[in-house]
């Protein structure tokens, strides 16, 4: 253990990211967040107790999950999900103060953003010059530079703010729902209470890759009446058609329809891997099938302790 | 409780039926067995206290399912099952001493046995007269009178061997393999142990009947890999189409595949009756699936227990 | 085939009982119907052309499936169900003419009937003296006679009005929902048309007895839609534990999603027993879910026939 | 349709890359390949009409899926895929004709392939520069100029003997069994006959999120005895947790068992994205569970027509 416990966190950075905005959302803690440049070294600054959780995206609604996230909670030293954050994927036009719409001939931005605002470029700036650049971030900062050539910068909202600059257009994405989830990682440890609308993460490694076998690991699910959220195949790196599968489950591993399905999966599994219970961003309460509350689990066990005499 | 615990079976007789055979085959208690002339009496004696447990046919291998017994241990005041007889149903052809074969002109037995044996009347007695009675103990005892019109019963061997009858052909039955099966039932109270080979029967009510809930209950089954070696419908008395499942499934109460199975079936159906864990008559060994072992399931727990921290 | 087709039906007898009763609901044929002593005397006189279509139960909401039906069904001959009629279980006591209640202190009933008014009578006649013989419909008989001992006979209506006898009191059973299910059986031949709430009879013999085979079979249906209004397990008379299912399921053969379910059936199992699509009793037209329909079948087919190209 | 059909492939380049040394393993057209600088504009020039076919990356066995090809399948104007093939994800360090392993102080190559010889260059070049650059294909060209300041490239072979250079060193990554799956994408239309080892990709979309959905599809394929070889969740682009299923089934369209999981998926999914049935790379074949041939099939087929007289 440390002789003192880190008090920030760290992140996906660079500064003024998507990223570094949902952070913002998070109760502060008392030092200024740290960003780290990949996910993987994000999340090493855990393991290696330079930061008390980092927080790093995990899927996003249009592109699927964030495959250097999954592999490396799946195959990296055990940590464990405490916390997740969606935020909505809004893009701003911003621009330095005292620049107005019709003013704006240039604009940088990333090639993402670009690609996801192309609609609203075309409707509103049909002549701009559109130039793309290494992240969003930067584009702020450089349009923040007064000797700039170029006019605004399509980023996040916090990249403007730190820039002070001003917004000329908000919510300019052509897809108004798109999301993205953020999960704060610390290191494995005791697992937070349960909260009544909490959520688990596991990866699910199957003994052989018999057909039915995904049918098998959903069963141990439903049998229990257990929803889940999120499905997702990933590789085992070991040959081709050998997938293990990274699942959002709905509920806590103290509840007890959730545990007896995990051990369930323990059981048939090669491999569980526990990535942690932790509340769901939108609140949003399982609904549990008739049978499987806790005290339904209870009942059961006392009738049965019963039966053995 | 009783003052003085019987030291006596019961058994669905008279003498010298199936069922008697059977109960011979059962460690003898002090005092003679006692028959009762219906199964509901049988098994009343046993909620009584007037017997220590009585032995009833549950099961035959051409007839099915023995009605008057599944719905007396279904509907009855709680009882349990602590042992199973599974019997041949041989028929015997027995005369009194100094009678051959050929000097049989006059047969005495009941339905079912002339009905299981017209195969072999046909080719070994075709002119004789076979006369249908009340049951196959009593044509032995009838013919077992030297003063009798009848020249032979065909009966049980029990029933010959108590009138001191002589066998002039033995396994005369048309189907050589019929067998019936008994279950010795006691007053319901703590669970034999297990012994590695044996049988649980339980009563399922399903909390409504609509599709697909069939599924359901096997599903709790299948999915903790426990076999199922019976099944059978019987009415609820309620309404045509709403049923019950009377089953058997391979192993013990104390095994936990079969303990998570039962505590899931509590949980999902409306009333689960269970009638009792007790060894097997054919002494096989379940086949258990992998990971379904009891050594797993406390491995799956322990698993549980340390990620809950 | 025939020279003449037979213009009468046979029915399970004698004259003056439920199966009589039930029969009176059918359409009547041109001649007068034809009692037989047993279910397998029955369905014999329609394989031998002796009758144009017989009568019989095949369930009773309280006794469960009548085993001699099922199986004659099963190992005989191919037959056909082409109907089926529901019949509320109603006994009453019937007496001479002039006889009142408060005058009987003698009651002639089969035992079944004794059994299930037993409450009615201890209720009502708490005096009298009841005994059993051998059917309802002689019961009737004997008490019709002036010269009888007995005051009164407990029986269905039909062997009442057919000894002109006087009602005394109805509706005396006391479950007064029991209903026996009968089911009207023809030789082999076409199959009648869908009426839109239909039922299908089948008999399924597995392929082996693993575990799950019950399983596979139920989602046979499940995974097409259909759902099952009954399922009944019968032995196979080969070994205990070796069963075969007789199932009626919701629908008729020339519906999609039941002709893609027996179709995957005969694949499956070993043997399938097809015993008839025929009118419901009760009217009740199936609930067809999502994507079940005939029209989404035919839509398939076609979607793919496009695919193929 | 074109005038002139196209006599060349299209592929994900540029010249040199894994894509074009997977193309060279096909038969060859009468003209050279185009390479498209992205899988976007390789598959839209399938669609224009401006070649025959595109090859692709679709799946890496440690990447996973290529979400470019398989959202632009699923989303695109109707594609139809045509082939695969499966390479070995081979890096070989190249260099200039004389240099020698021991003169290499300075290699260029792309990111991930240096990710992937990570070892190989601790092991060998210990002391060597790594610069990465936009491709391996670029690397290769570089060093093959006598006045570049590098002295060799890790790329694929392809990329060397095309820039004539000399391999140093062979096998290089790290995880030797790395391979990359590649389709063969043409217009929509008639399907190419079945091989005996074929598989079907198609994408499926829920009608609705609701638990268990999944489970409901995958016992479409299941009761038909229909393999997966691969299953992989891609969000639909409209709310976080919707998502649609990208498959590889076992089979032909033209086989009965997957013609009719198919239909039976079109019953009850919004929409099935049917995207080929080609020859399998491995070139395996199925295991045919017992009655899912496509004699069972017929057989299933010609005996329902008959009970239907």
Same mark, same amino acid.
């Given at each position: 253990?440390? $002789?003192?416990q880190?008090?920030?966190?760290?992140? !996906?950075?660079?500064?003024?990211? *998507?990223?570094?905005?949902?952070?913002?959302?998070?109760?502060?803690?008392?030092?200024?967040?740290?960003?780290y440049?990949?996910?993987?070294?994000?999340?090493? $600054?855990?393991?290696?107790?330079d930061v008390a959780?980092?927080?790093?995206?995990?899927?996003?609604?249009v592109?699927?999950?964030?495959t250097?996230?999954?592999?490396n909670?799946?195959?990296?030293?055990?940590?464990?999900i405490?916390?997740?954050?969606v935020?909505?994927?809004?893009?701003t036009?911003?621009?330095?103060?005292?620049?107005?719409?019709?003013?704006?001939?240039?604009?940088?931005?990333?090639?993402?953003?670009?690609?996801?605002?192309r609609?609203?470029?075309?409707?509103?700036?049909?002549?701009a010059?559109?130039?793309?650049?290494?992240?969003t971030? $930067?584009?702020?900062?450089?349009?923040?530079?007064? =000797?700039?050539r170029?006019?605004?910068? #399509?980023?996040?909202?916090?990249?403007?703010?730190?820039?002070?600059?001003?917004?000329?257009?908000?919510?300019?994405? &052509?897809? @108004?729902?798109?999301?993205?989830?953020?999960? %704060?990682?610390?290191?494995?440890? +005791?697992?937070? @209470?349960?909260?009544?609308?909490?959520?688990?993460?596991?990866?699910?490694f199957m003994?052989?890759?018999?057909?039915? +076998?995904?049918? /098998?690991?959903?069963?141990? !699910?439903?049998?229990?009446g257990?929803n889940?959220?999120?499905?997702e195949?990933?590789?085992?790196?070991?040959?081709?058609?050998?997938?293990? *599968?990274?699942?959002? +489950?709905?509920?806590? #591993?103290?509840?007890?329809?959730?545990a007896?399905?995990?051990?369930?999966?323990?059981?048939?599994c090669? &491999?569980? #891997?526990? %990535?942690?219970s932790?509340?769901r961003?939108?609140?949003? /309460?399982p609904?549990i @099938?008739?049978?499987?509350?806790?005290?339904?689990?209870?009942a059961?066990?006392?009738?049965?302790?019963?039966? =053995?005499?």
């Amino acid at each position: 253990m440390l $002789a003192v416990q880190p008090s920030h966190y760290g992140y !996906f950075g660079p500064v003024g990211t *998507f990223t570094h905005q949902a952070l913002l959302t998070l109760p502060p803690l008392r030092d200024e967040p740290t960003p780290y440049p990949t996910v993987g070294l994000a999340l090493q $600054a855990v393991r290696d107790g330079d930061v008390a959780a980092a927080l790093v995206p995990i899927e996003n609604s249009v592109e699927g999950g964030v495959t250097a996230t999954l592999d490396n909670l799946t195959y990296g030293e055990p940590l464990r999900i405490v916390g997740e954050v969606v935020l909505p994927v809004q893009f701003t036009l911003f621009a330095r103060n005292g620049t107005l719409l019709h003013d704006v001939h240039r604009v940088l931005t990333h090639p993402h953003a670009a690609a996801q605002c192309r609609d609203w470029l075309a409707a509103n700036l049909p002549d701009a010059i559109i130039t793309e650049g290494g992240s969003t971030a $930067a584009a702020a900062a450089e349009v923040a530079d007064p =000797r700039s050539r170029f006019d605004a910068a #399509i980023c996040a909202d916090i990249a403007g703010e730190l820039n002070k600059l001003t917004p000329l257009a908000t919510r300019i994405a &052509d897809n @108004p729902d798109a999301v993205t989830r953020f999960v %704060l990682v610390s290191r494995a440890g +005791a697992v937070g @209470p349960s909260t009544g609308a909490d959520k688990t993460t596991m990866v699910l490694f199957m003994r052989d890759n018999h057909p039915g +076998a995904l049918l /098998e690991i959903l069963e141990q !699910f439903a049998s229990r009446g257990v929803n889940l959220c999120r499905i997702e195949s990933r590789p085992t790196k070991r040959s081709l058609g050998d997938y293990c *599968f990274s699942v959002d +489950a709905e509920g806590h #591993i103290d509840d007890a329809r959730l545990a007896e399905a995990m051990m369930g999966l323990h059981r048939v599994c090669k &491999d569980v #891997i526990f %990535l942690g219970s932790y509340p769901r961003a939108d609140l949003t /309460e399982p609904i549990i @099938p008739h049978g499987t509350s806790n005290d339904d689990y209870a009942a059961a066990a006392t009738w049965l302790q019963r039966l =053995r005499g």
